[in-house]
């Protein structure tokens, strides 16, 4: 498990091993925008305000994921204990 802060609010949300970090901000009422769910069509790119993010898509290239300043929420997940998205 691991921890998203919501930039806006300073909210902080748990994200438990069985879910993504789109379902545990839903669950918390923050939406991000999605369509495949599964890391392809870029449609929930978020920015990455702190934090390393564990790239688990196949849309990001190499070099934008070593950049570690964008995530694709639906499927990618943190490598530490608290990543700051721009949500
Ligand atoms: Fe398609 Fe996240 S919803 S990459």
């Given at each position: 498990p691991f921890e998203v802060v919501v930039a806006s609010s300073g909210a902080v949300i748990e994200v438990p091993g069985d879910q993504s970090i789109v379902q545990a901000l839903?669950?918390?009422?923050?939406?991000?925008p999605t369509s495949c769910e599964q890391g392809v069509c870029g449609t929930?790119?978020?920015r990455v305000l702190r934090g390393e993010p564990d790239h688990r898509d196949l849309?990001?290239?190499?070099e934008e994921?070593?950049?570690n300043d964008v995530i694709l929420p639906c499927c990618s997940r943190s490598k530490g204990?608290?990543?700051v998205l721009d949500v």
């Amino acid at each position: 498990p691991f921890e998203v802060v919501v930039a806006s609010s300073g909210a902080v949300i748990e994200v438990p091993g069985d879910q993504s970090i789109v379902q545990a901000l839903g669950a918390a009422g923050i939406y991000v925008p999605t369509s495949c769910e599964q890391g392809v069509c870029g449609t929930c790119l978020t920015r990455v305000l702190r934090g390393e993010p564990d790239h688990r898509d196949l849309y990001l290239t190499e070099e934008e994921k070593a950049r570690n300043d964008v995530i694709l929420p639906c499927c990618s997940r943190s490598k530490g204990r608290v990543l700051v998205l721009d949500v």
